[in-house]
């Protein structure tokens, strides 16, 4: 008899087992069937385990895992870590990249103030599986994007630890790099360790981890070569317990990073690129409990804070050049931005019948400040006239508030299977109060308060999620999919901001600034008196 004392089982998802038969001496005859696809399975994607991502020949992070996903197409290509901390962009047969969600074991982590972009921090190593959803009427996926959730690895019986350290040699690698944006890849340095085990075994288990990566690079800006290093660290920690009908799971995981050189364009010198330094917490309590013989419920409750600082290179003030290079500095943005969320799905099995009801609520809030150093720019020509401007700080603020329920029906019947479903999701938007601060240079530039105001963005939308499903051929080896639904839009909080007269959003930089030209005999910048 082969014994398996350390499988992990959970609703929802696959459990492979590796099965070594010993013969003995004996003859056995092997027969198998075909492989049987699931028809319940409606909605298209694809899973890769940790199995998978410690054998695909790509660079640890996550563009490169999607890649290999059906129908996503992404803007940019790591190799050897060349691109690795960049906040690449997915775009899925057509729909826009604002329709794109991320979640990490359940925990929304979708940026609203730059929606559907990547999460700035990933830790590739602690996750145990990669889950994406590219399509069908997945009752709990929101939108008609790409949804990704990485799930993080957690303690089993079994005590696991390992440590690790990688080196990526940008000189061996030099000929096939060819990064975006003119920059050029020195190499990279991927090191973590890990263990996880039991505390009391079969009831309660533990899991700690630490991941982390450095790349040295440089990037093209105005002509010139400039620092784009990058780093990052991760800590993760999960508690899991078994109490009897109940499936508790608490987890706690931080990152800090580290980006030189944000910006890089033609038109920004080093002096006026960015050092981006960017820190996220997520705190996440689920509880996961079976009620009687035929259903069993899922209650989430997560925290998510994130932020980050753009400190300009240079700290002088900011000059735009004869030929409109920005140089000497640049704006200092600094945000503050946090989410909560709780969630509720419960399932309940009836025979052919699998009904599945939830609701969810995520709350997000997004300040941030904006600042000229030394509250002034100033634009040259190729005539002594200058250009002086005198913007105003800001600090602006938004939040939205995000509400659903769902309820779907999959019926089961020989070869054929249905998903009848309905989504519900209300969407609301505000500016909250938002302050131009009076320039001390200039009496021309008073301090200005937008107060925000009632919700000004309110979506309702009802979705019907329709798909079939069946099993063609005597062994069932081909399964034909069918699928009508309708996804609502995501109201990002850059959208809500639109209508905030405070906001710099493009194109209104600058607005509410004072600006005047005067001849700089002597170069120096300045309005000097007489």
């Known amino acids: 008899p082969s014994g398996h004392p350390n499988v992990t089982v959970r609703v929802g998802r696959a459990t492979v087992i590796q099965i070594t038969a010993s013969p003995g001496g004996h003859h056995i005859l092997g027969a198998s069937e075909s492989a049987m696809l699931d028809s319940r399975q409606v909605a298209t994607g694809a899973n890769f385990r940790q199995e998978q991502l410690e054998a695909m020949a790509v660079s640890a992070d996550l563009p490169s895992v999607l890649q290999s996903t059906p129908g996503v197409a992404l803007d940019l290509v790591n190799v050897g870590g060349s691109t690795t901390g960049e906040r690449a962009t997915a775009v899925f047969r057509g729909a826009p990249r604002d329709a794109n969600t991320w979640t990490v074991d359940g925990v929304t982590l979708t940026d609203m103030s730059a929606s559907g972009l990547f999460p700035r921090y990933f830790e590739f190593a602690l996750l145990e599986e990669i889950q994406t959803v590219t399509g069908g009427p997945d009752i709990q996926q929101m939108t008609a994007g790409l949804g990704v959730n990485l799930v993080t690895k957690r303690g089993t019986n079994l005590f696991q630890g390992q440590g690790r350290a990688y080196l990526s040699d940008g000189a061996s690698v030099g000929g096939d790099v060819q990064p975006l944006g003119g920059a050029h890849f020195d190499g990279a340095v991927d090191f973590g360790a890990e263990a996880g085990g039991a505390i009391v075994r079969n009831k309660l288990w533990y899991f700690g981890g630490l991941d982390g990566v450095s790349s040295d690079r440089t990037v093209l800006s105005a002509n010139n070569i400039a620092s784009h290093d990058f780093s990052r660290t991760s800590l993760l920690g999960k508690i899991s317990l078994n109490a009897g009908r109940n499936a508790l799971t608490g987890s706690v995981h931080t990152s800090g990073l580290d980006r030189e050189g944000v910006g890089a364009s033609a038109l920004r010198a080093e002096s006026a690129l960015w050092n981006d330094d960017g820190r996220t917490t997520v705190l996440r309590v689920e509880d996961s409990a079976v009620l009687g013989a035929n259903w069993f419920v899922t209650a989430l409750a997560g925290l998510v804070d994130t932020g980050f600082t753009l400190n300009p290179d240079a700290t002088g003030t900011a000059h735009v050049d004869s030929s409109g290079i920005f140089r000497d500095g640049f704006e200092r943005v600094?945000?503050?931005?946090?989410?909560?969320?709780?969630?509720?799905?419960?399932?309940?099995?009836?025979?052919?019948?699998?009904?599945?009801?939830?609701?969810?609520?995520?709350?997000v809030s997004d300040s941030t400040r904006y600042v000229w150093p030394g509250g002034l720019v100033t634009a040259g020509s190729a005539t002594p006239v200058t250009l002086m401007i005198l913007p105003p700080d800001r600090d602006v603020s938004a939040r939205a508030n995000y509400?659903?329920?769902?309820?779907?029906?999959?019926?089961?019947?020989?070869?054929?299977?249905?998903?009848?479903?309905?989504?519900?999701?209300?969407?609301?938007?505000?500016?909250?109060?938002?302050?131009?601060?009076?320039?001390?240079?200039?009496?021309?530039?008073?301090?200005?308060?937008?107060?925000?105001?009632?919700?000004?963005?309110?979506?309702?939308?009802?979705?019907?999620?329709?798909?079939?499903?069946?099993?063609?051929?005597?062994?069932?080896?081909?399964?034909?999919?069918?699928?009508?639904?309708?996804?609502?839009?995501?109201?990002?909080?850059?959208?809500?901001?639109?209508?905030?007269?405070?906001?710099?959003?493009?194109?209104?930089?600058?607005?509410?600034?004072?600006?005047?030209?005067?001849?700089?005999?002597?170069g120096n910048r300045v309005v000097d008196p007489g």
């Open 403 to 522: 509400t659903s329920a769902w309820v779907q029906d999959t019926i089961s019947h020989g070869r054929l299977t249905a998903n009848l479903g309905v989504r519900f999701d209300a969407q609301r938007g505000r500016n909250r109060e938002s302050i131009a601060m009076a320039n001390p240079l200039s009496p021309l530039v008073p301090a200005a308060t937008f107060d925000g105001g009632d919700d000004g963005w309110k979506w309702r939308s009802l979705s019907p999620r329709l798909g079939v499903t069946y099993a063609v051929g005597r062994d069932q080896t081909m399964l034909v999919r069918a699928s009508f639904s309708r996804y609502p839009d995501q109201l990002g909080l850059d959208r809500v901001q639109q209508s905030n007269p405070v906001a710099p959003i493009a194109g209104r930089q600058f607005e509410g600034s004072e600006m005047f030209a005067f001849v700089d005999a002597n």
């Open 334 to 363: 600094t945000a503050d931005r946090s989410s909560k969320e709780a969630r509720l799905n419960l399932t309940g099995y009836f025979g052919a019948h699998e009904i599945q009801a939830g609701g969810g609520y995520r709350s």
